[in-house]
Nanobody, 123 residues
Framework: QVQLVESGGGLVQAGGSLRLSCAAS????????MGWFRQAPGKERVIVAA????????YYADSVKGRFTISRDNAKNTVYLQMNSLKPEDTAVYYC????????????????WGQGTQVTVSS
């Protein structure tokens, strides 16, 4: 069982930066692939980025490539999402997710979810 708690969301102007953190409980964090998803009002939850259990492989949605970076620190049981050059269309609730399987872009591929953190980008 893994419990995930996101932090770092907030209000930022377009062009600004935020770093989201997701702290995981449990001693097997390094066995889990992790993902960041987001959900805007009235829209489906979609992948933002994902990272393998070791941190050696990463996936990014086309909409965030070159602007966002996912990373993890297995010693601290934490995964991060560095978000630069933020745009109003990045406004959403951001969720951290974990899976014991290989990382995937699909919501159904993750067994564990955090409660989400709001990111609002003003124009």
């Amino acid at each position: 069982q893994v419990q995930l708690v996101e932090s770092g969301g907030g209000l930022v102007q377009a062009g600004g930066s935020l770093r989201l953190s997701c702290a995981a409980s449990g001693r097997t964090f390094s066995s889990y692939a992790m993902g960041w998803f987001r959900q805007a009002p009235g829209k489906e939850r979609v992948i933002v980025a994902a990272i393998s259990s070791s941190g050696g492989l990463a996936y990014y949605a086309d909409s965030v490539k070159g602007r966002f970076t996912i990373s993890r620190d297995n010693a601290k049981n934490t995964v991060y999402l560095q978000m630069n050059s933020l745009k109003p269309e990045d406004t959403a609730v951001y969720y951290c997710a974990g899976t014991i399987r290989r990382y995937t872009a699909y919501v159904d591929g993750y067994e564990y979810w955090g409660q989400g953190t709001q990111v609002t980008v003003s124009s």
